[in-house]
């Protein structure tokens, strides 16, 4: 369970924009999340919320984009998306996929802020 | 009257300032000519016989030295000591993984050019150590087979993440009815093409050519360096 330390992560990295730009609370936090990215989107979405008491985030909705793994097909030589990621294959010609383009992200992409 | 909610456009990796640590000490590593390979599996798999083995045998031809992660005693770090080899316990308290601010710390006073190789062993965990770059060169998945053949379709992730998987305990695969090929072809399903050792430290089958593995991959980073 290292939801947690990501959720502090995000809350850490969030405040110091909501300073940086004179906020007073956050409504809302928009997250890409990677099918690859080994996070457990609920058990983060729990961590969340208790990570927030007593900061400017505290009552904001997390908002969780689901990301799919992207790879590289080397014989279509195209990029394909992965509909499961326990098959690295191309899902058109089925042809193994060692190259990852995507899908290991966890990346904060916006928020909604009362100043 | 409310005031109206503002959308603010962010970039913020989550995992920023570990990798940003993680590509510090990596640059670090390769200046010092050491080879880092880092340890991940569930518990019990076998990563810290494995690792003495891999201390004891090659101490004789190499300066080798193991960081061992775990979330409370320091009996690996005993364990590994009887290789003569120096070795570091990192206890993580509650946390599930290794990050790269405890590795750092665990250097600290040890002169890296004095290393060849620098294993380091994770927590036993398959899930949470995926996350988290600790600047290693080479990050070994381990198997045993007593886990059983689909562990990689049930932990895809930190297969992906990994350079090269080693299945352990290979004394044990009859007793077990082991079946190598199912194993291995889970294996390439969530990792293509990744490199797969199988051993047992106990007889010491197959350690050999790991060993000869591991030069050769140092060798050539030294060369590309």
């Given at each position: 369970?290292?939801?947690l330390?990501i959720a502090?992560s995000?809350?850490e990295?969030v ?8 906020g007073?609370?956050?409504t ?19 961590s969340y ?8 985030l ?10 799919p793994?992207?790879?590289?097909c080397?014989?279509c030589?195209a990029?394909?998306v ?7 294959r191309?899902?058109q010609?089925?042809a ?7 899908g290991?992200e ?10 | ?7 603010v ?11 940003l640590?993680a590509r510090?000490l990596r ?12 340890l ?7 990563k ?5 083995k ?15 992660g775990?979330l409370?005693?320091?009996n690996?770090?005993?364990r ?6 120096p ?10 993984h290794?990050?790269?601010e405890?590795?750092q ?20 965990n ?18 045993s087979?007593?886990e059983?053949?689909?562990k990689?379709l049930?932990y895809?992730?930190?297969?992906n993440s990994?350079?090269v998987?080693?299945i ?7 007793a ?20 797969t050792f ?8 197959g350690?050999?050519a790991?060993?000869?593995?591991l030069?050769?991959?140092?060798s ?6």
């Amino acid at each position: 369970m290292h939801e947690l330390s990501i959720a502090l992560s995000i809350i850490e990295g969030v405040s110091e924009e909501v300073e940086r730009l004179g906020g007073e609370q956050v409504t809302s936090v928009r997250l890409k999340l990677g099918a690859l990215s080994g996070v457990v989107k609920d058990s983060l979405l729990f961590s969340y919320q208790l990570a927030c008491e007593g900061t400017p985030l505290e009552g904001s909705e997390l908002i969780v984009e689901e990301t799919p793994a992207i790879v590289h097909c080397p014989r279509c030589d195209a990029d394909r998306v992965l509909t499961t990621v326990q098959h690295f294959r191309c899902p058109q010609c089925g042809a193994p996929t060692p190259e990852v383009l995507s899908g290991r992200e966890v990346e904060v992409v916006g928020m909604e802020m009362i100043s | 009257m409310n005031p109206q909610p503002r959308l603010v456009e962010l970039r913020h990796n989550v995992f920023k300032k570990n990798d940003l640590l993680a590509r510090e000490l990596r640059s670090r590593f390769q200046e010092a000519g050491v080879h880092v390979i880092s340890l991940v599996s569930s518990p019990g798999s076998g990563k810290t016989a494995f690792l003495e083995k891999m201390l004891t045998t090659m101490r004789a031809q190499f300066r080798v030295a193991a960081l061992v992660g775990d979330l409370a005693t320091e009996n690996d770090a005993a364990r590994l000591a009887r290789s003569q080899a120096p070795v570091r316990q990192i206890i993580t308290g509650t946390v599930c993984h290794l990050e790269a601010e405890m590795v750092q710390h665990a250097l600290e006073g040890w002169d890296l050019q004095d290393l060849d190789f620098l294993f380091i062993e994770n927590v036993g965990n398959l899930v949470c150590p995926a996350s988290y770059d600790l600047g290693e060169e080479l990050r070994i998945v381990l198997l045993s087979v007593t886990e059983g053949e689909d562990k990689p379709l049930k932990y895809p992730t930190i297969f992906n993440s990994a350079d090269v998987a080693v299945i352990t305990k290979s004394d044990l695969a009859l007793a077990t009815e082991f079946d190598w090929l199912t194993a291995e072809s889970n294996i390439q399903s969530v990792r293509p093409g990744i490199r797969t050792f199988r051993l047992s430290a106990k007889t010491g089958d197959g350690m050999a050519a790991f060993i000869d593995f591991l030069q050769s991959r140092r060798s050539a980073a030294i060369a590309s360096a």
